[in-house]
Every structure is written in C-alpha cells, then in structure tokens.
C-alpha cells in the first residue's frame, strides 16, 4: 500500500506571511493524483489543491501552490499571505490512478496563524 | 442536496451496543466512500460504493462493521458490539463519476462516536 508521510505534526505563521507544509509520499507507480485537504474544526475536509502525477507544472490556486517534485516523491504546500481563516489541520492525500477508490491519507499539519 | 450529509454528528454509545451513522450524499453523486479518523489522525478508508454495490470493503477492520447503500444514495455504517477502539470520526465522501481518479472527494461533517 502506499504511504503518505507528513513530517510536521505542527506549524505556525504570522498573518500575511507564507508558510510551507511538507510532504512526501511512496510508491511504486508511475500515474496517480495528489492532494492537500484543509479540516477546520468544524470537521468538515475541504479540498485546497490537487496535481496531477503527469503534469510537471505545478498547481497554483489564488494564495495556494505546490511543488511537486515526482523523483524525490515529494509534494509540499505553499501558503501566501497567510489569514486567519487559513488555520485548520492539512491533509496531504495520495490518490491512484489504477485503484483509485482509495485515498491515502498523512497524518496531517496543524496549521497556527499568528494575527 | 447541496452537500454530504451525515448524522448523528455526535453520538455516545457504551460497549456492546449497535451503532448505525448515516450518510447523505450529493444527489446524483455515484460514488460514496467511509473512512475512519481516530484522534490526531488522518482519515483511513473503510470501503466503497458505485451506486448500490458495495465494490472494496477491504477497509473495515473487521466483521462487526457493515455498511449498506441499497438503493444508490443514502448509506449506513452500523457496528456492532461497539468496543472503545471504535471511537473515531467516522466521515463518509461521494464523487460524481466512477471514473476519473482526478475527481475530488466531498466529504460531509462526519460523526463522532464515543464508546464509554
């Protein structure tokens, strides 16, 4: 099964500055879709952004972008002028494009922003 | 509906009692998935559904769980002879074609079960 890893259980930044959330992934194949979903209290996974495996551009959507680096499998979150409302915990989730009624999920960031 | 659906959003249960949470999903979504989010966690997948069949359900951690969709759109995840290891969020999401892996999840609240 794949694994996704995010290294940083925890993250904090002042309002309007950028923040990075890391994440790496492993697996064997060669076409899949990744993702950042964004939890607030509320519950409720909200998604962010998403890559697909083929693309080498990387998404880029208003404040949020990714660098997608498929060699060293790895897909971290850049978040411009950070708000308020940017505080939640970050999933980072891989998807296949073989099997893709999974979605494997990391452990998740919690995300502080500073006002 | 203009979103997925689920309740209780809360529910307390004590061991060795049945469960049943319900899911909702975006009318005319194909596509219905649960997975499980113990505390501090990221969700883990439970199983799924096309319409009414139920095509993985290699995520359940064991024959206490059961989830059903009989008629294509509403779903229900009971467990049986709650343990306290349940206790988790439980969250449903739809999609709205089987194909297309690039096809986002919408996820709903979830529910959260507390076994005493």
């Known amino acids: 099964a794949q694994t996704v890893t995010q290294s940083q259980p925890e993250m904090s930044v002042q309002e309007a500055e950028t923040v990075t959330l890391s994440c790496t992934y492993d697996?064997?194949?060669?076409?899949?879709?990744l993702f950042w979903y964004k939890q607030p209290p509320s519950r409720q996974m909200i998604l962010v952004i998403r890559?697909?495996?083929?693309?080498?551009q990387n998404a880029t959507e208003n404040r949020f972008s990714v660098n997608f680096q498929k060699a060293a499998k790895s897909f971290s979150l850049k978040i411009s002028d950070s708000q308020l409302g940017d505080a939640a915990m970050y999933f980072c989730?891989?998807?296949?494009?073989?099997?893709?009624?999974?979605?494997?999920f990391g452990s998740g960031t919690k995300l502080n922003v500073k006002p | 509906g203009a979103g997925v659906s689920q309740s209780p959003r809360y529910k307390v249960a004590k061991r060795g009692q049945d469960v049943a949470l319900r899911c909702d999903p975006i009318?005319?979504?194909?596509?219905l998935f649960w997975y499980q989010q113990a505390l501090g966690q990221g969700p883990e997948f439970l199983t799924y559904?096309?319409?009414?069949?139920?095509?993985?359900k290699s995520g359940l951690p064991s024959d206490r769980f059961f989830a059903e969709r009989p008629e294509g759109s509403v779903s229900t995840l009971k467990i049986q002879r709650t343990q306290q290891e349940d206790s988790a969020v439980y969250l449903c999401?739809?999609?709205?074609?089987?194909?297309?892996?690039?096809?986002?999840?919408?996820f709903g609240d979830g529910t959260r079960l507390s076994i005493l």
């Open positions: 999401a739809s999609s709205s074609r089987t194909g297309g892996a690039n096809q986002p999840q919408h």
């Open positions: 697996t064997s194949e060669s076409d899949y879709y």
């Open positions: 890559q697909e495996a083929y693309k080498q």
């Open positions: 989730a891989y998807r296949s494009a073989y099997n893709f009624n999974k979605f494997y």
């Open positions: 009318s005319g979504h194909v596509s």
């Open positions: 559904f096309q319409n009414e069949a139920q095509l993985d």
